[in-house]
């Protein structure tokens, strides 16, 4: 465990450990399984700083819902992982700690935002971590780690004690080693919390008794826009080996369309950064984190805020504010959540036509190389397969489909609102493959 | 000044008499050693969400029924985005384009919304030297702000329409509707315009007035300032003015008060609040009878006078006091009369036992004099009245030996006037009733000495 853990510290992966932590319950279905938790996730004694200077240190004095629940399966909270500075990025570069390295390539990123966590299931550090989704914080480095990772349905977990980005969009999400450990992390955290008001009152099954599913009873969707002709042809090959082999298993395979699915991208960077730019108005100085005086207030703010946040948080704060302003609103904002139905209308469509799940490569490319990318555009490219299922709520997983040049890539499943049980049957079949 | 009219449009801001706060479970005590009263949720740190209070939208929905609102099933909570010191978020939590409620009426002025929001805590600015401090115990308390249209024409006018938006929320009892512990605000908009003119002028919003007769001074200073600057041939500049008390005058805020762009939208961390047609017709059929239907209750049920009914119905307890003695004592007059004199906040006597003291004096067992010393004592010793008039010995004395030794004794003690009286003056005659009844300690029959008078 030890070595593990320095070896994570040399890919600057944990930020904190908690090498006491002891199960607070004598039994559980996660008893004495070490976790590691995303720096953006409230939890008690370890630090909570979200990547960022303005957070530095901050220790919360409560604890994430998901946390406690943890803890109630007899999870040992381990450490707290590097990430994107609040979660914005794709790479985990943009923490204010340093970057995270690819354990499976140490001169390549990890992902991100949620990258410390890929990055410590994949290095072996723990079974099972958890991060945050937005727009594929999950699922990409999930596919550039070549681990497992989940993006359950908006409103599936709880939100409570993870520190908010866009809320409209955030969802907690779990990494695992494997399908099964992932679907048995998911039950776990997963459920109605009245301390999150757009958390579910749904049923949580037992999302493990899906791995018995017959692959011949699913009928999978290939939607054709995430398939485009610029698509890295190593991945567009590997993709269609595996739809090949799952119609060889019985599955009926259909080309489907989610015609809104280009404007995601523009969408989501007006939304995500319109919600940001309130969420992050309470990092103020006042009351906790970094506080640099000035003379009067206003000095302070411009202080605190200029040095705390780094480059592509504030980029994000000055484009929501921007979008949210008077005179804007209608042609930004509202606009863009006319749009963001209308691509949540596409997934319904293609849902109620008999499609139990979608079958799409997870990134455009495997993992880049540290400093590769810095066009902030281009990064925010990364997302164009994911951020869909955050703009409609919809379930998601990356699953390792296999390697290009030795670098691993996922393959990934959006599932129906609350449809988890069929998007783990088809992660369970991709996962066996 | 006489060519110009004053338009009055108010914005008031009403703390709902909560438990807990708007969205956190922290206690709404006042008067708590500061940021006592706070959670994650209402200390804003990192994680925190928003959880809605039930018992805040039943007040809320209340108080716009009581005012005629026409409630929205669904109505949308939205961010109003700002950076101050004791605004937690960063943002208040408020509703914006999708209100709880909308076009109501009160006392003759339409209301345009009731909406729900979130108080923001305190900024402290004079008890560190150098330094401000802050108390988070208010924010997060829930308020409903209620708008009016300007339809006021006066200050006066401004002054009836609080008055009375005051006593309804008193009725259905949402707040404690109190100016000097802030659960009651009034912001004001206010213009001036020519006589018959039918546009409206350029407005200020006038902040800063902390009691009704503050918010009246305050609306008259500013009408007067404006239509000064209009006579001037100056233009009226739309402006936040604060008004100061104790100087008697309004003045503008500090420029950077003003012209926020709060970039309002729907706030992501709660759904929209939905209300179905039945919680909202239970509500409504729970509303106690307001003051305006009870004002025609009186008069047609009590054959009150209209001064009578308007210091009754102004204050609920005494009203309800008063209603309860009417019933038990059968005589609404001598009920109101005796409960007009008395304070909602010393109901100590139970009515019934008001209404046996009041019937006494009805069937001429004891005097009115004497009834109000038996009620001071019922007070205080929780006795009825009856048992008091005997322990203090104030029935009325009838027989006529007794009242014949009193009135020998003022004949002996006031020579001139009796001598007067014997004459023919007989407007002394009640002077003497009254020292007759003086010298009885109010227990002689004040008939009888008079029929006793009259056979000298």
């Known amino acids: 465990m030890n070595a593990n853990f320095e070896r994570a510290a040399g890919l600057n992966i944990i930020l904190a450990e908690d090498r006491d932590a002891r199960p607070s319950v004598d039994e559980g279905p996660l008893y004495d399984v070490p976790v590691a938790i995303k720096d953006n996730i409230a939890t008690l004694r370890m630090p909570t700083s979200c990547g960022s200077r303005i957070l530095e240190g901050y220790v919360s004095p409560y604890e994430a819902t998901v946390v406690s629940r943890l803890r109630a399966a007899g999870a040992v909270i381990a450490c707290k992982t590097n990430m994107d500075e609040f979660a914005m990025g794709s790479s985990t570069e943009h923490s204010a700690f340093g970057p995270a390295l690819n354990p499976v390539d140490r001169t390549r990123v990890p992902g991100g935002s949620s990258g410390g966590s890929a990055a410590a299931v994949a290095a072996g550090v723990v079974p099972i971590a958890f991060g945050s ?301 | 000044m006489s060519n110009y009219e004053m338009v009055v449009g108010l914005e008031v801001h009403v703390q709902l008499k909560t438990k807990t706060k708007a969205f956190c479970d922290s206690p709404t005590t006042f008067g708590a050693e500061p940021n006592v009263n706070t959670c994650p949720v209402c200390l804003a740190l990192p994680g925190a969400l928003p959880v809605l209070n039930a018992h805040a939208v039943e007040l809320a929905v209340r108080a716009a029924l009581a005012l005629g609102c026409n409630v929205h099933r669904t109505s949308i909570f939205a961010r109003k985005n700002y950076f101050y010191p004791d605004l937690p978020k960063g943002y208040q939590i408020s509703q914006y384009d999708r209100p709880l409620a909308t076009a109501g009426r009160l006392a003759g002025v339409g209301i345009t919304r009731v909406h729900m929001e979130e108080d923001a805590g305190k900024s402290i600015h004079d008890r560190y030297t150098g330094a401000t401090a802050i108390d988070l115990n208010r924010a997060g308390v829930p308020l409903i702000e209620i708008v009016s249209e300007p339809d006021m024409r006066s200050a006066q006018e401004a002054r009836r329409y609080l008055q009375t938006l005051k006593q309804v929320l008193e009725y259905v009892d949402v707040s404690d509707v109190d100016m000097e512990k802030g659960s009651l605000r009034v912001d004001a908009n206010v213009s001036a315009r020519r006589m018959g003119e039918t546009k409206l002028g350029t407005k200020t919003e006038v902040k800063n007035m902390n009691t009704f007769s503050g918010v009246e001074k305050a609306l008259e200073a500013e009408f007067v300032r404006q239509v000064a600057v209009l006579e001037s041939g100056g233009r009226v500049v739309q402006q936040t003015m604060l008004w100061d008390g104790a100087k008697g005058e309004v003045r503008p805020a500090r420029s950077k008060e003003e012209s926020h762009d709060y970039r309002y939208f729907p706030e992501p961390d709660l759904p929209p609040l939905v209300l179905s047609d039945s919680y909202i017709e239970e509500i409504r059929r729970a509303l106690p009878e307001l003051p305006d239907a009870r004002r025609t209750r009186y008069r047609e049920q009590y054959a009150l006078s209209d001064q009578e009914i308007d210091e009754l119905v102004a204050d609920q307890p005494l009203a309800a006091y008063f209603e309860e003695t009417a019933t038990a004592l059968g005589d609404a007059k001598s009920a109101a009369n005796w409960v007009r004199g008395m304070s909602s906040s010393a109901l100590a006597v139970r009515p019934a036992q008001l209404a046996e003291l009041l019937a006494m004096v009805k069937k001429g067992v004891i005097s009115h004099t004497a009834a109000k010393t038996i009620f001071d004592d019922m007070e205080k010793s929780g006795e009825r009245a009856e048992r008091v008039a005997d322990r203090l010995g104030l029935r009325k004395v009838g027989d006529d030996d007794t009242l014949r030794q009193w009135i020998v004794e003022v004949k002996a003690e006031n020579p001139t006037e009796w001598a007067r009286f014997v004459a023919g003056e007989t407007k002394l005659q009640k002077l003497l009733v009254g020292l007759v009844m003086k010298k009885s300690k109010g227990k002689a029959d004040p008939q009888r000495v008079n029929e006793l008078l009259l056979l000298h």
């Open chain 1, 133 to 433: 989704e937005t727009g594929g914080s999950v699922r990409q480095p999930a596919a550039f780690c070549g681990v497992v990772g989940v993006k359950p349905t908006y409103g599936r977990v709880s939100r409570f004690g993870l520190v908010a980005f866009a809320s409209s969009l955030d969802q907690v999400g779990v990494f695992g080693k494997t399908v099964d450990d992932a679907a048995l992390a998911l039950r776990i955290i997963a459920g109605r919390d009245p301390m999150d008001a757009t958390s579910a009152d749904v049923p949580v099954p037992d999302y493990r008794a899906a791995a018995t599913r017959p692959v011949s009873t699913l009928t999978i969707g290939r939607p054709i826009e995430y398939f485009p002709d610029a698509l890295d042809p190593a991945i567009r090959e590997r993709c269609d080996e595996v739809l090949d082999r799952l119609r060889e298993q019985g599955a009926t395979i259909r080309d489907v369309s989610l015609p809104h699915s280009g404007l995601a991208i523009p969408v989501y960077y007006i939304i995500a950064p319109a919600e940001a730019s309130s969420n992050l108005a309470r990092f103020d100085g006042v009351r906790y984190g970094l506080r640099i005086t000035g003379e009067g207030l206003t000095a302070m703010y411009e202080a605190t805020r200029s040095k705390g946040f780094g480059t592509e948080v504030t980029r994000r704060i000055l484009l929501g504010t921007y979008v949210l302003s008077a005179g804007y609103y209608d042609a930004y904002y509202r606009k863009a959540q006319q749009v963001r139905a209308l691509i949540t209308e596409d997934f319904r469509r293609v849902f109620a036509s008999g499609v139990d799940v979608l079958f799409t490569p997870t990134t455009p490319t495997p993992a880049f190389k540290l400093g590769a990318v810095s066009d902030p555009y281009e990064m925010y490219l990364n997302d164009i397969f994911t951020c869909t299922a955050n703009l409609a709520g919809n379930a998601a997983i990356s699953v390792p489909i296999g390697t290009v040049n030795g670098l691993p890539i996922g393959g990934q499943i959006i599932a129906p609102h609350f449809g988890e049980q069929t998007m783990f049957a088809a992660a369970y079949a991709l996962e066996r493959l």
